[in-house]
């Protein structure tokens, strides 16, 4: 089988098909050591119950779910966030039992920190290198096996035949060369699409390759306008100030010097929902409360050297790197940007797409655990479970494909070639990284924290114009071999489609749930619309669909914190 994307997702599954002794081969654009799971750095969730709560009383897999559903906005399947919260604690040790060291508490039991929306303190951590660990850890454990991996291989097709999916094409960044793989089953886990938005907390690479791929093969994406904006993120360079620093006992301060989560969320403060804190971070900017340049302060201070230096080293480190602050001295200013894509790939419970012989996990999938809004400390947690877990529907489903024609994968290579030698011989016209730069800016100003229809429309309207653009770019350089402009160009390309994508699922999604917020329609309509978008590709036009939320121990009620 075929594995696209070597993160947390990509590895996992790439260690459960090793062991199960089938073939398999791992592609990524980048070396998997520079996936971004290698930057997260919060945590892990799980309900090892290592560190009760305020009564007293310890945690489980029940909780732990109902803080995700009630987090989600009662918009993910719960079916699903089910089976990943009972798979949770085991999925920690499994980590640690492979080499991961995760920090401990004083009796030697894995420690736990309190992150927002969660009733308990159940984010396992290593230190706030969490994803770094893992990463490394997996990387070792697949290696180890002798897994063939394509490092910086560009994936530009799957490829089709008889109504399945059989492999892919991709170019080889090096050489600019065109490779076909051929396989039974391909599982994609290609990470989210942050960089469609200009302030993003997101790696570079996180340009949705696999998700414009999948649309192309005629799968729909799923619920593609709840796209999660982290509130705490550095002032110019949006780098990722994790919520474990608010778990540590970091608070938010506006210019006025007050600690304004209290009027927002008054029982959980600092440490409500990330939806929560973002759009109040942007009311105190709006309403002029923030500092002038558009940031507030995270103020650790009083946290003290030892403990920010045990539990929160990396923070500091690139507050000082990139910001000139020193947290053990003085305040961080933070500011909200993307940070997360809850929705992705339309997959069911084990995975599996409406295209036979096509998977996906992780970030790129929307199997729904998170919902309209996606709680801290989850996002690792699903990789690693549903890594395996759809591995293990694509061991026991691979011996009901038959063996692939090489033919059609032969006929997607001279179709790929023939395209990029048409793009490389057109005549110099628009900038391709204008064009990017404009794309980038509209979704953040027109779909960021606050959504109005007007102001959407006009963005789609002016996402039309850019895609229509495409067919007068070309890359400078004529050369194949490395050619990063290139591969820009043809990462630009579904990232306009994933663009127009959230722009008519968030315009079309009249009510207010988790991270999209509209003020012309401010209020939760469950009516209406507990349910999850879907959008997909009919004779080259974008068409809407929907389907209900799969519901289970928890009714939707009012969220409160």
């Known amino acids: 089988m075929i594995i696209i994307g070597g993160g947390l997702t990509g590895l996992r599954a790439a260690l459960q098909i090793s062991n199960s002794g089938l073939s398999g081969a791992l592609i990524s ?12 750095q919060g945590g892990m969730n799980a309900s090892l119950g290592n560190v009760p709560g305020d009564d007293g009383a310890s945690d489980d897999w029940k909780m732990h779910a109902y803080d995700t559903v009630k987090g989600s906005d009662y918009l993910a399947d719960q079916d699903a966030v089910e089976k990943m919260c009972n798979e949770a604690a085991a999925t920690v040790y499994e980590l ?17 920190r309190p992150f ?5 303190p159940r984010t396992c951590y290593a230190a706030d290198r969490t994803g770094h660990n893992a990463l490394h850890t997996l990387y070792e454990q697949v290696l180890d096996r002798n897994f063939p991996f394509y490092e910086e291989f560009f994936v530009t097709s799957l490829v089709k035949d008889r109504g399945r999916c059989i492999g892919c094409t991709a170019i080889e960044i090096m050489t600019g060369k065109i490779h076909g793989f051929i396989s039974k089953a391909v599982l994609m886990a290609t990470g989210g699409f942050g960089r469609v938005f200009n302030r993003s907390t997101n790696a570079l690479i996180n340009t949705g390759d696999g998700l414009a791929l999948a649309l192309g093969a005629g799968v729909p994406l799923k619920d593609m306008e709840f796209v999660q904006f982290h509130p705490t993120t550095l002032y110019g360079t949006n780098i990722l100030m994790s919520e474990g620093a608010r778990g540590e006992g ?3 301060v506006n210019s006025q010097g007050e600690r304004f989560m209290e009027k927002y969320a008054p029982n959980s403060v600092d440490l409500a929902p990330r939806d929560v804190v973002a759009r109040s971070i942007e009311q105190e900017i709006r309403e002029g409360r923030g500092y002038d340049e558009g940031y507030v302060h995270l103020d650790l201070t009083h946290l003290g050297f030892d403990r920010i230096m045990e539990r929160l080293p990396g923070i500091r480190q690139i507050a000082m790197d990139f910001a000139g602050v020193d947290p053990i001295k003085e305040p961080i ?3 909200p940007g993307q940070h997360y894509s809850m929705g992705g790939i339309d997959v069911d419970i084990n995975g599996s797409t409406i295209l036979p012989g096509l998977y996906a996990a992780g970030e790129c999938a929307c199997i729904s655990v998170h919902g309209a809004n996606r709680l801290g400390g989850n996002s690792l ?8 877990l759809v591995a293990d529907t694509i061991i026991n489903d691979i011996n009901n494909f038959q063996k692939p024609d090489i033919l059609p994968i032969e006929s997607a290579v001279n179709d790929v070639e023939s395209k990029i030698k048409e793009v490389m011989e057109r005549k110099k016209g628009a900038n391709i990284f204008d064009v990017k730069d404009e794309m980038t800016e509209l979704m953040f100003q027109k779909f960021g924290i606050f959504r109005n229809g007007q102001r959407m429309e006009k963005g789609l309207n002016e996402i039309l114009k850019m895609e229509d653009k495409l067919s007068e770019l070309t890359p400078n350089n004529k050369d194949l071999a490395v050619n990063q402009t290139l591969i820009q160009f043809l990462e630009l390309e579904g990232m306009l489609k994933i663009a127009e994508v959230v722009a008519k699922g968030a315009i079309k999604r009249e009510e207010s749930r988790g991270s999209h917020m509209r003020t012309d329609h401010p209020n939760r309509d469950d009516e209406n619309f507990l349910k999850h978008t879907l959008i997909g590709l009919e004779d080259k036009n974008l068409n809407i669909k929907y389907k209900p939320v799969t519901l289970g121990m928890f009714e939707p009620k009012e969220r409160v914190y």
Do not use: Y
């Open 116 to 120: 927002g929306g969660a009733g308990f």
């Open 250 to 252: 970091g608070i938010l």
């Open 333 to 335: 200013p933070v500011q």
């Open 96 to 112: 640690e039992h492979m080499g991961t060291v995760w920090s401990r508490l004083e009796n030697g039991k894995i420690a736990q």
């Open 381 to 388: 947690l699903e990789t690693v479970v549903f890594g395996r």
């Open 29 to 40: 654009k980048v070396h998997p050591l520079r996936s971004h799971s290698v930057a997260a």
